[in-house]
């Protein structure tokens, strides 16, 4: 594998990281994620603009796809901060963050694809993974925690919305794309939804003081984040030109494995190697469906 792929995709996975752990320690997480996907977006135009003006206006179609791709990542910025308000870090981003097997369920289910025996083999260790990682030790006894805490733990449940939502918008840009200029599309959803969490904030949060607060107390995170969410895209990007798909798609999942250290790290939560064991699981198997034929 091309080892300037390899570098700029471990460098946006860590970004990837970085942003949620930044997330996980905000004071109204839903309103930093406003803030930082109305910068990310401010960050963006100038890319959009170039497009347009070096491929000509005729990229510019509007497709329904804009709309059905912008409802579930409205509901995935909701179901994002919640699990961080309720759960911790390295606890919710490995599940929320196991999308490719769930992707590969929905596209065999909707688009009709065909899966590999490798495909299948990655399925399994996300499960596998995501199962385990609610757990505090493999033992007997623990086995059946994780379906507990699906029924009793609101932090779990919120990160498995949020990773069916993951997967409901990544069909819907895979269709997209095909559809409309991959920029062009990555631009004019996000205002689509940054409209639709607005009116939903607006009813949840008031006349703004959680907004002003947070811009007060965390600018210089939300500033960072808003760099983080483009430059990081753009790095992946860039390593397209570099190297398979498949493979990059499979490597950037290390990311899982970044968030898990950074909290067990920095924000010194429990059960560190088991989360760290079953975070590398869920690494492998999303790697493996990456790379299956």
């Known amino acids: 594998m091309n080892e300037t792929a390899i570098f700029l995709v471990l460098l946006s996975a860590a970004m990837h990281a970085l942003r949620n752990f930044?997330?996980?320690k905000a004071l109204d997480k839903q309103s930093f994620i406003w803030w930082y996907e109305i910068?990310?977006?401010?960050?963006?135009?100038?890319?959009?603009v170039w497009v347009?003006?070096?491929?000509?206006?005729?990229v510019l179609i509007f497709s329904k796809m804009i709309f059905v791709s912008g409802v579930p990542h409205v509901l995935y910025w909701v179901f994002l901060a919640k699990s961080l308000e309720?759960?911790?870090l390295s606890l919710v981003y490995p599940i929320m963050r196991s999308s490719p097997a769930l992707v590969l369920v929905f596209s065999i289910a909707v688009l009709?694809?065909?899966?590999?025996?490798?495909?299948?083999?990655?399925?399994l260790l996300v499960a596998v993974g995501v199962y385990t990682i609610g757990m505090n030790r493999l033992s007997p006894a623990e086995l059946t925690r994780p379906i507990c805490a699906v029924r009793s733990d609101r932090a779990t449940r919120f990160a498995l919305l949020t990773l069916v939502m993951v997967a409901a918008y990544s069909l819907a840009d895979k269709i997209a794309v095909a559809e409309m200029h991959p920029v062009v599309f990555a631009y004019l959803y996000p205002w689509v939804s940054m409209a639709l969490f607005s009116l939903y904030l607006g009813n949840t949060k008031g006349a703004g003081g959680a907004f002003i607060r947070e811009w007060a107390c965390?600018?210089?995170?939300?500033?960072?984040?808003g760099v983080l969410s483009i430059f990081g895209y753009f790095l992946i990007l860039a390593a397209f030109t570099l190297e398979r798909m498949s493979y990059i798609v499979g490597l950037r999942q290390l990311s899982i494995v970044f968030a898990v250290l950074l909290g067990g790290h920095f924000l010194k939560e429990e059960n560190r190697l088991m989360r760290v064991v079953s975070s590398v699981v869920i690494f492998l198997g999303a790697y493996l469906i990456a790379i299956a034929d």
């Open 22 to 24: 930044l997330t996980k």
């Open 39 to 48: 910068f990310g977006l401010i960050f963006f135009t100038p890319v959009f």
């Open 52 to 58: 347009l003006v070096s491929k000509g206006t005729g």
């Open 86 to 88: 309720n759960g911790d």
């Open 112 to 123: 009709g694809e065909q899966v590999s025996s490798t495909g299948i083999a990655g399925i």
């Open 218 to 225: 965390n600018k210089t995170g939300i500033l960072l984040c």
